[in-house]
């Protein structure tokens, strides 16, 4: 195999794989407040057009990652007055985010199908980004992909290392107890649900803006759910989401490159190659219980109710 | 099997109303969750520039006005009444199937091929085999989730998602291969599309000039089915059973895995049947994919979950959801046309409605309680899903 077609792919891999980092990592942290949120689909796609809105109006990549980030919390905002604050059931209310998503982006996007954008420039890095190999791997993308490895070892550490993250994990596995120390469980799982919607959101508009710079109704196209599929791969770690991320924008990438290596695959079965493969990892990692129920919040999906003590 | 005992992330319960509510509110809920869905669509017609009242008048009145409008509704809420009376035996048995759109793809493609095998067939023979092919294709995709939520822990909400983009691939690879049209390739053309199917498996037409076909009926005949099999039948009651309290339900002797894989077989039937009579009752008489699920289905595998859930999980008031979604689908053609208004705003409107529906769980909760506080104390008015894990 050639050097060089290795490269491209591996590049190419780690930007298909990271509007998954954003959407995952952001579900991540709402899951570990113990709440589950199936509208990533949805939010992705407003988030997307929201972006792609702003950018096509503004022209300033920061307008419309903020825009695309703000689209994504709001409809987070709506699913969380729905679960915490009415109490209605999570995966109907994340199902019923989705359908609303789509049809709502759909709607906003209409006028904006036939343009296309500039595209986000790649940002080398002096002097690294001339290291053959990993100059080309590490240092030549583009700036939401550095951000989003920010993002990513702002989670780390906040999960992890931090008395917030400790007092989110704490109430996603056992909100009872962390009310009874007097922290605010519905306060607290607001703010997670709408950071995961904000992540959401920018993982819709690195879609839309940066990765394939145009708009195309339901151009997500089940990211969403794969992105949730990556937080049970996980087991609800940040460092195997981004391997799970970058895994699953190989495969993404690989089904374009099978061809060029003479192997005669008809596209429409290598297209299914990648879903293929998350029922196969899903199958995998949901065998073994045990290690799902040591890692998973113990609290995830369950609603919680405030005065039943 | 100890497969449910272990409490997974993604083992859920519906809250299946066991507990009457006065029937009124049964019925208040979902009809205020429309209106207000309505309300906010008036402000987005606003936003366009339409008048929301004329607008209104004229999507009911297309969709309702007349027998050719009530006709194209009934046609246009085949599937969805099909699809939904499966989710809401999905959903009782505690299983969350988003695979209608590859389970009504999967059934279209196996009953396709049965015509295109024996055209020769008399109607009378062949529309029976069309359908059962339908159902074999569906209940085929929806056991494969099944399985893989009963025997290997996999989330059924994950799994079907995938199956959809799968099955709509191969969808794709078939038309695009084996089963296309000679004449598309002789012509270079090259539409995906089968041949135009026998005439023999062609759904009569009931009503001379319109578009009302033999679906309609087999589609209310299945929906009344799916209410006997849940509440009239032995295989009904340890669905349910198994969507109550899988724990009590191992303990009774009921298996827990074979119910969970038989539910997403029966309702990936019904959404397979779906997906034969859109194939046999169109017009073109032809299997046609535009390269995505929504072209061949018209998103009815997930409108379908709407409509169950509007119908609070039962079969028998799926009918006059699937109606009324259907007939917003006909009224947003007819609201285009005349107003221009995209129909994209319907789609919109029917998440609206779901947002309202799951809303509306609060306040039934809370008359509920309201109901219990003289009966009993605090504690056993903990009615929620929360403790029975």
Request: charged share 10%; glycine share 12%.
């Amino acid at each position: 195999m050639d050097g060089d077609i290795l490269i491209q792919i591996l590049v190419a891999s780690i930007a298909a794989g990271t509007p998954f980092v954003y959407a995952a990592l952001g579900e991540l942290v709402t899951e570990k407040s113990g709440v589950l949120n199936l509208g990533v689909e949805g939010m992705m796609l407003v988030g997307a057009i929201s972006g792609f809105i702003a950018m096509a109006k503004s022209g300033s990549l920061l307008v419309a990652v903020l825009c695309g980030m703000t689209a994504g919390a709001l409809m987070a905002l709506i699913f969380a007055v729905l679960t915490l604050t009415l109490m209605a059931n999570q995966v109907a209310s994340g199902l019923a985010l989705t359908i609303f998503g789509v049809g709502l982006s759909a709607f906003l996007g209409l006028k904006y199908t036939s343009i296309a954008l500039p595209g986000v420039p790649e940002l080398h890095i002096p002097f690294l980004s001339d290291i053959p190999v990993a100059g080309q791997l590490l240092f030549s993308h583009d700036i939401l992909i550095y951000s989003s490895l920010v993002l990513f070892g702002f989670i780390s550490w906040f999960l992890y290392k931090s008395k917030a993250g400790l007092i989110l994990r704490g109430i996603g596995e056992a909100p009872k107890s962390a009310h009874a120390l007097g922290y605010n469980v519905i306060g607290i799982r607001y703010l997670a649900v709408l950071f995961g919607g904000a992540m959401a959101g920018l993982g819709g508009v690195y879609l839309s803006v940066a990765y394939t710079p145009m708009w195309v109704e339901g151009m997500v196209a089940g990211r969403g759910w794969v992105a949730l599929a990556l937080v049970v791969f996980a087991s609800w770690r940040p460092l195997r989401v981004m391997a799970g991320a970058y895994l699953f924008g190989g495969i993404t990438i690989a089904q374009f490159h099978i061809q060029g290596f003479g192997i005669e695959i008809p596209s429409q079965l290598l297209s299914m190659l990648p879903y293929i493969a998350t029922i196969i990892v899903l199958v995998l990692i949901s065998r073994d219980q045990k290690s799902i129920r040591l890692n998973s919040p113990a609290s995830l999906g369950l609603t919680y109710h405030p005065n039943n003590q | 099997m100890g497969s449910l005992v272990v409490p997974s992330p993604f083992l859920f319960r519906f809250q299946v109303k066991t507990i009457k509510t006065k029937s009124f509110v049964g019925l208040l809920i979902p009809l205020c969750a429309v209106l207000l869905a309505l309300a906010l669509g008036a402000v987005m017609l606003l936003s366009l520039g339409a008048n929301p009242i004329s607008g209104y008048a004229t999507m009911f009145g297309a969709a309702f006005g007349s027998v050719e409008g009530f006709s194209e509704t009934a046609v246009k809420s085949i599937p969805l009444l099909l699809v939904g009376a499966g989710i809401c035996i999905a959903f009782r048995a505690n299983v969350i199937n988003i695979g209608g759109e590859g389970q009504m793809v999967m059934g279209a493609l196996l009953s396709t091929s049965v015509a295109l095998t024996f055209p020769s067939v008399p109607s009378l023979l062949l529309i029976p085999m069309v359908l059962l092919a339908g159902a074999i294709g569906g209940a085929f995709w929806g056991a494969i989730a099944g399985a893989l939520k009963a025997y290997f822990n996999v989330s059924e909400i994950l799994s079907t998602i995938m199956l959809n983009i799968v099955a709509v691939q191969f969808m794709n690879f078939l038309l695009r291969g084996v089963m296309i049209d000679p004449g598309e390739v002789a012509r270079g053309t090259g539409i995906p599309q089968t041949m135009r199917l026998t005439e023999n498996a062609d759904l009569p037409i009931l009503l001379e000039g319109m578009r009302m076909h033999l679906g309609v009926p087999i589609a209310l005949f299945v929906a009344f089915g799916a209410y006997i099999l849940l509440w009239r039948t032995a295989m009904g009651f340890r669905l349910r059973s198994v969507g109550y309290n899988p724990h009590a339900s191992r303990y009774a002797g009921i298996s827990v895995p074979k119910n969970v894989t038989a539910a997403l077989a029966f309702s990936g039937a019904m959404a397979g049947i779906a997906g034969a009579i859109l194939v046999f009752g169109s017009e073109s008489h032809r299997m046609v994919t535009d390269g995505g699920s929504t072209g061949f289905t018209g998103s009815a595998g997930f409108n379908g979950i709407v409509v169950a859930l509007l119908a609070g999980l039962h079969p028998l008031w799926s009918i006059p959801s699937a109606l009324l979604f259907g007939g917003m689908l006909v009224g947003a053609n007819a609201l285009q046309r005349a107003a221009q208004v995209p129909s994209a705003l319907i789609i919109a409107l029917n998440g609206l409605i779901v947002v309202f529906v799951v809303s509306s769980e609060y306040f039934k909760q809370r008359s509920l309680y309201a109901g219990q506080v003289d009966l009993a104390d605090d504690e056993s008015t903990e009615t929620e899903g929360e403790d029975n894990e």
